[in-house]
């Protein structure tokens, strides 16, 4: 079975192959595993991506805007038991597709929806977006709930880019909106509601996508990616673009502190940071973060990221000079950078990303093969995921009483090309480059999308 989508259009990369939407929700149940699939991998693959149903413009349409469609995958005792996926009820779903529309509160002037991330916190699932809309609640088998402003305690709208410290369940979390002057820094309980919250005031209104967390600051970007009222006049697009006077700076704000805290430390030159991969507190006062990095964003192609290749680069972010000195420590162009959750905001020796080659304006980005860095050793690992297949980001898994940082599982949804269907496969960290343990394949395929999230039976 091969999955009905819209069209291609020839010119617009962003709706062509594994980008374009699919068009049915699926449900599956006892799916097919080539391989063997460890017995101890108990819980859902959570994933998430823009799926409009609609598109009132097709040429324009750019990959962060529509609909969000989550994907998931239930694996316990060696098997897989079920495949879902669903749209994520927004303004436009219910206006194309005739669905019912959600209830729960709406934070600005977005149309509700969430694309970006799906996350588990306290035993809930939430599909979350940056820049207004607020949280959509669901249930375990990803079916919606409600919109959620965390049960009425956050303060305005929420990111796609929480970071959870690992040793108190909290979520860091820094967002923005279009119609303010400041970012705000955002703590989310365990509990799944907002316990602090700090108005950090910026010269102008940066799309602020992520941040990181070391054990004692959150770093805050503040980079020249801007909102741009003439073009969110002009129609269904989304409203930034690169503008390099604007400044490159990252700041650093001790957890739970005040705005009057932070401390700006400026880089040398404009570039542009979606995801960083930790971030680790330093002897010497400094913050040593590492992160992809763009050259530039939204300045020669207003569809997507895709302005030449991304760098891996080590950041140490220096309060006490004020700057941010950068090093590059792969030039492979890459995205999507994960780790071991459990080492967020602490020292740490491997990091996993998903090639990401940005050819330029207005082509296809190339998606294909995953990445495992040894910071310690400063090498590179690459497992080919096959001709005609594509992986984008890939999630780490422990093993259970793993006593090595590696001990563990990396999944990945792939898709491929030859069948027009996708698989996940779990790989053993530890042999990298070799075949996967495991492949569960789908009936489907799951459109390259953005994040996505393990979420075990723990947290279920
Ligand atoms: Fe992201």
């Given at each position: 079975m091969t999955t009905a989508s819209h069209p291609p259009t020839a010119t617009n990369p962003y709706l062509a192959g594994n980008f374009a939407p699919i068009l049915e929700e699926t449900t599956a149940f006892d799916l097919r595993i080539s391989g063997s699939l460890p017995a101890e991998l108990d819980g859902r693959l959570l994933r998430i991506g823009p799926n409009p149903p609609g598109l009132a413009d097709p040429e324009r349409h750019h990959w962060f805007i529509g609909s969000g469609m989550t994907h998931g995958v239930r694996l316990r005792d060696g098997s897989?038991?079920?495949?879902?996926?669903r749209y994520v009820i927004d303004d436009e779903v219910v206006r194309a597709l005739g669905r019912a529309p959600l209830s729960g509160p709406h934070h600005g002037m977005g149309g509700g929806g969430a694309n970006t991330n799906v996350i588990g916190i306290g035993g809930r699932t939430f599909a979350i977006v940056e820049a207004g809309s607020l949280p959509v609640e669901l249930t375990d088998e990803l079916e919606?709930?409600?919109?959620?402003?965390?049960?009425?305690?956050l303060p305005g709208s929420f990111t796609a880019h929480p970071k959870v410290d690992p040793d108190t369940g909290d979520l860091h979390a820094v967002v923005y909106y279009w119609e303010w002057d400041y970012v705000q820094y955002v703590v989310v309980g365990a509990d799944a509601r907002v316990k602090h919250a700090a108005n950090i005031a910026v010269p102008g209104k940066p799309m602020t996508h992520d941040c990181a967390i070391s054990a004692s600051q959150v770093v805050v970007f503040d980079l020249p990616c801007t909102f741009d009222l003439e073009m969110a006049m002009s129609g269904p697009t989304l409203p930034y673009r690169w503008t390099p006077d604007y400044g490159a700076r990252v700041g650093l704000i001790p957890k739970f502190g005040s705005a009057d805290e932070v401390r700006?430390?400026?880089l040398d030159e404009p570039c542009y940071v979606y995801h960083p991969m930790n971030a680790v507190d330093q002897a010497d006062g400094t913050v040593v973060m590492e992160a992809v990095v763009h050259p530039s964003t939204f300045a020669d192609d207003l569809r997507g990221p895709n302005e030449g290749g991304t760098t891996f680069e080590r950041w140490t972010i220096d309060p006490k000079a004020?700057?941010?000195?950068?090093a590059v420590l792969d030039d492979t162009s890459q995205e999507f950078p994960r780790h071991h959750e459990g080492l967020i905001g602490k020292p740490y020796r491997y990091g996993y990303a998903a090639q990401f080659d940005s050819i330029g304006p207005n082509e296809s980005l190339r998606l294909g093969s995953l990445l495992k860095h040894d910071l310690a050793n400063g090498t590179t690992e690459r497992h080919e995921v096959g001709a005609g297949r594509a992986s984008n980001e890939a999630v780490f898994v422990p093993r259970l009483g793993a006593e090595t940082e590696d001990d563990?599982?990396?999944l990945a949804y792939v898709y491929d090309g030859a069948t027009d269907t996708s698989d996940i496969i779990v790989v053993d960290a530890q042999d990298f480059t070799g075949e996967p343990v495991a492949r569960v394949h789908l009936p489907v395929r799951v459109p390259f999308g953005f994040h996505g999230n393990w979420v075990p039976t723990a947290r279920v």
């Amino acid at each position: 079975m091969t999955t009905a989508s819209h069209p291609p259009t020839a010119t617009n990369p962003y709706l062509a192959g594994n980008f374009a939407p699919i068009l049915e929700e699926t449900t599956a149940f006892d799916l097919r595993i080539s391989g063997s699939l460890p017995a101890e991998l108990d819980g859902r693959l959570l994933r998430i991506g823009p799926n409009p149903p609609g598109l009132a413009d097709p040429e324009r349409h750019h990959w962060f805007i529509g609909s969000g469609m989550t994907h998931g995958v239930r694996l316990r005792d060696g098997s897989a038991e079920w495949y879902r996926s669903r749209y994520v009820i927004d303004d436009e779903v219910v206006r194309a597709l005739g669905r019912a529309p959600l209830s729960g509160p709406h934070h600005g002037m977005g149309g509700g929806g969430a694309n970006t991330n799906v996350i588990g916190i306290g035993g809930r699932t939430f599909a979350i977006v940056e820049a207004g809309s607020l949280p959509v609640e669901l249930t375990d088998e990803l079916e919606c709930i409600a919109r959620n402003d965390f049960d009425g305690t956050l303060p305005g709208s929420f990111t796609a880019h929480p970071k959870v410290d690992p040793d108190t369940g909290d979520l860091h979390a820094v967002v923005y909106y279009w119609e303010w002057d400041y970012v705000q820094y955002v703590v989310v309980g365990a509990d799944a509601r907002v316990k602090h919250a700090a108005n950090i005031a910026v010269p102008g209104k940066p799309m602020t996508h992520d941040c990181a967390i070391s054990a004692s600051q959150v770093v805050v970007f503040d980079l020249p990616c801007t909102f741009d009222l003439e073009m969110a006049m002009s129609g269904p697009t989304l409203p930034y673009r690169w503008t390099p006077d604007y400044g490159a700076r990252v700041g650093l704000i001790p957890k739970f502190g005040s705005a009057d805290e932070v401390r700006w430390c400026e880089l040398d030159e404009p570039c542009y940071v979606y995801h960083p991969m930790n971030a680790v507190d330093q002897a010497d006062g400094t913050v040593v973060m590492e992160a992809v990095v763009h050259p530039s964003t939204f300045a020669d192609d207003l569809r997507g990221p895709n302005e030449g290749g991304t760098t891996f680069e080590r950041w140490t972010i220096d309060p006490k000079a004020g700057r941010v000195r950068r090093a590059v420590l792969d030039d492979t162009s890459q995205e999507f950078p994960r780790h071991h959750e459990g080492l967020i905001g602490k020292p740490y020796r491997y990091g996993y990303a998903a090639q990401f080659d940005s050819i330029g304006p207005n082509e296809s980005l190339r998606l294909g093969s995953l990445l495992k860095h040894d910071l310690a050793n400063g090498t590179t690992e690459r497992h080919e995921v096959g001709a005609g297949r594509a992986s984008n980001e890939a999630v780490f898994v422990p093993r259970l009483g793993a006593e090595t940082e590696d001990d563990g599982w990396v999944l990945a949804y792939v898709y491929d090309g030859a069948t027009d269907t996708s698989d996940i496969i779990v790989v053993d960290a530890q042999d990298f480059t070799g075949e996967p343990v495991a492949r569960v394949h789908l009936p489907v395929r799951v459109p390259f999308g953005f994040h996505g999230n393990w979420v075990p039976t723990a947290r279920v």
